[in-house]
């Protein structure tokens, strides 16, 4: 049986908003620089509230943000 994941696009979006860094999202969304790294690298699942600040922060849909898929256990 796989693993839940909650997977993201934060990064590229990042990049693709002037090269936004991970302080300056962080800042945005009231959470810590860390809590973005640990987002970016699939350690932490966002509650829905931080969800959607971060989409918002993007102006985006919070599904072109997020996605929910599943991970195989042998990958």
């Given at each position: 049986?796989g693993k839940n994941l909650v997977g ?36 932490y699942s966002p509650s829905l509230e ?5 989409a918002h922060a993007f102006g985006l ?15």
């Amino acid at each position: 049986m796989g693993k839940n994941l909650v997977g993201n696009h934060i990064r590229k979006l990042r990049f693709n908003n002037n090269e936004m860094t991970q302080q300056q999202l962080a800042d945005k969304v009231g959470v810590t620089r860390q809590t973005i790294v640990a987002l970016e690298k699939g350690n932490y699942s966002p509650s829905l509230e931080l969800a959607f600040r971060i989409a918002h922060a993007f102006g985006l849909p919070l599904e072109e943000v997020f996605f929910y898929g599943e991970e195989n256990a042998n990958s």
